[in-house]
């Protein structure tokens, strides 16, 4: 227990997730010469789309509307599971890992449920590409946790991320820098992020997540919007634990260190964005299918 | 010393994969030279006991080749041949990634019957060896292009010097550059029957040859 309290987890993802959206445009603004959008300006679209009534469609079951909320529950309960600035997760135990990736599957799975129950073309097309890229992305976060998992011997979330420091950073060099790059990819991919799908476009034919929420409305778009946003704290977490070891044990410099971390990787992220084009639809697959060949090739160059 | 080998080793099979999945030939080529570059510098390191005049000729006689010549050559034959994309390969790039993890699993399994042998040999550059072989035979029979066999065969090549430098000990430098040597005078020739199937097929596409000229 490093000092800073159990809650400091949970509450900064819950009070700073859409910052980090924010700071993604800001940097993409700022590379193309504008001034972006304002920092808070995630919390005002999902405040507006809080304020609005939904509208469902005559065909849709309530599916549609558990959809959102589902995600955003299996998103809040993956937040339990996430050590962050040297904070032990508030429910840690042995194996929290594979719930961490099940839980971010079950959100998945009930935004690509609800997307079809809308029973519209477009989103069928979504949901199609998002399970498709999702089939090769989870076995890619397996095994790059994985491969945390054998260097670090520890076999929780907690005791993993309290391990990783400079020395093993020293003495697993090429693994961790190879896993630190497949949660990168992991992240782009997972967010939908630019090389694989652009978050600002509506056009459909170019599109995976957006796709999917184009007939959501009112509340529940703020919910989908806010999960997003979680969704990419979250993963987040797993890349900045691991490339920013910082444990020092005051909660103030670990705590700073971290958040650092987080708004360092917001403007990697956004850089990203802004030098890279959307990869065509069918480069994809490989793109991810690279990404788990990074945490492979971690795992064996441990092995040996 | 052995982190050093093991970063060789593992940015060495970041290449593997990245010829195994790249289409465009220009970057092929340029990932080649890393590869080359890097498994030149194993001598430097595995020769821990005395870095003499032998093993730095050695290691510069290869980065001078493979990291700079072959690519040179290569590049200026993928100019001359108007060939920038292995379009579409008998074995996709995903498929072939794929066989690249099971390769490296092979190689790893073949290098843990190996390392009673070559008790002195550094585990993970046999392994590394044993998977150059495996990817450069993949790549030449998996790829439409003579151009893209010939960086298979050099794959090999890289995995063969590997292979020398750590088992055999004390190989006279005579031998190591003559072997050099043979790889040059390999990838000339090679790049001008690339460049004469080029000139008289139209393309350097080694399905068509089936259709012989007189």
Not at chain 2, 131 to 148: D, E, H, K, Q, T
Request: hydrophobic content about 60%.
């Amino acid at each position: 227990m490093s000092g800073l309290h159990w809650f400091f987890s949970p509450l900064c993802a819950l009070l700073l997730a859409p910052l980090l959206s924010g700071v993604i445009n800001r940097t993409k603004a700022f590379v193309a010469g504008r001034r972006g959008p304002p920092l808070l300006q995630p919390y005002r679209d999902v405040i507006k789309a809080l304020r609005r009534g939904a509208v469902y469609g005559d065909t849709t079951t309530a599916l549609v509307r558990l959809g959102p909320v589902v995600n955003l529950a299996a998103l809040v309960a993956a937040l339990l599971l996430l050590p962050f600035a040297g904070v032990p997760a508030v429910a840690g135990f042995s194996g929290d890992l594979i719930v961490l990736v099940g839980l971010l599957a079950l959100g998945r799975f009930a935004t690509v449920l609800a997307a079809l129950d809308t029973g519209a073309s477009f989103e069928g097309m979504g949901a199609s590409r998002e399970v498709h890229f999702a089939a090769l992305a989870e076995p890619a976060l397996l095994l790059a946790l994985a491969t945390l998992t054998r260097v670090t011997g520890a076999t929780s979330l907690s005791a993993i991320y309290a391990v990783i420091g400079v020395p093993i950073w020293a003495h697993a060099l090429p693994t961790l820098a190879l896993v630190a790059m497949t949660f990168l990819v992991l992240e782009l991919v997972e967010n939908s992020r630019i090389p694989v799908d652009d978050p600002t476009t509506h056009l459909e034919l170019t599109m995976i997540h957006e796709v999917m929420v184009l007939d959501h409305t009112g509340p529940d778009l703020a919910i989908i919007q806010y999960g997003a946003a979680l969704k990419l704290w979250v993963l987040g977490v797993l890349l900045v634990g691991l490339a920013v070891p910082v444990r020092t044990g005051n909660p103030w410099l670990d705590g700073a260190a971290a958040l650092a971390g987080m708004t360092g990787l917001a403007i990697v992220v956004g850089i990203v964005e802004s030098a890279m084009a959307r990869y065509r639809l069918v480069h994809v697959p490989q793109f991810i299918v690279g990404a788990a060949t990074l945490a492979a090739v971690g795992f064996i160059v441990l092995l040996v | 010393m052995s982190s050093a080998l093991s970063t060789i080793h593992a940015l060495g099979l970041l290449t593997c994969f990245a010829l195994l999945g790249t289409s465009r030939v220009g970057a092929c080529i340029r990932w080649l030279s890393l590869q080359g570059i890097l498994f030149s510098l194993v001598p430097l390191f595995f020769h821990d006991d005395g870095l003499g005049l032998r093993v730095i000729l050695l290691a510069g006689g290869n980065i001078a080749l493979k990291g700079v010549l072959f690519p040179i050559v290569l590049l200026h034959l993928r100019s001359r041949a108007n060939y920038h994309r292995e379009v579409e390969p008998f074995v996709g790039f995903v498929a072939s990634i794929l066989f690249g993890i099971v390769a490296l699993a092979v190689s790893l399994g073949l290098a843990l019957k190996l390392q009673p042998a070559l008790a002195h040999a550094p585990f993970i550059m046999l392994e590394a060896a044993i998977f150059l072989v495996a990817i450069g035979l993949f790549l030449i029979v998996s790829r439409r292009n003579a151009l893209m066999q010939v960086l298979g065969y050099l794959v090999i090549e890289n995995g063969i010097f590997v292979f020398a430098v750590i088992t055999v000990a004390e190989t006279p430098l005579l031998v190591e550059l003559g072997i050099l040597l043979d790889a040059f005078v390999a990838v000339f020739v090679m790049g001008i029957a690339v460049f004469h199937i080029t000139r008289e097929f139209g393309s350097a596409d080694v399905d068509q040859l089936t259709t012989l000229r007189g």
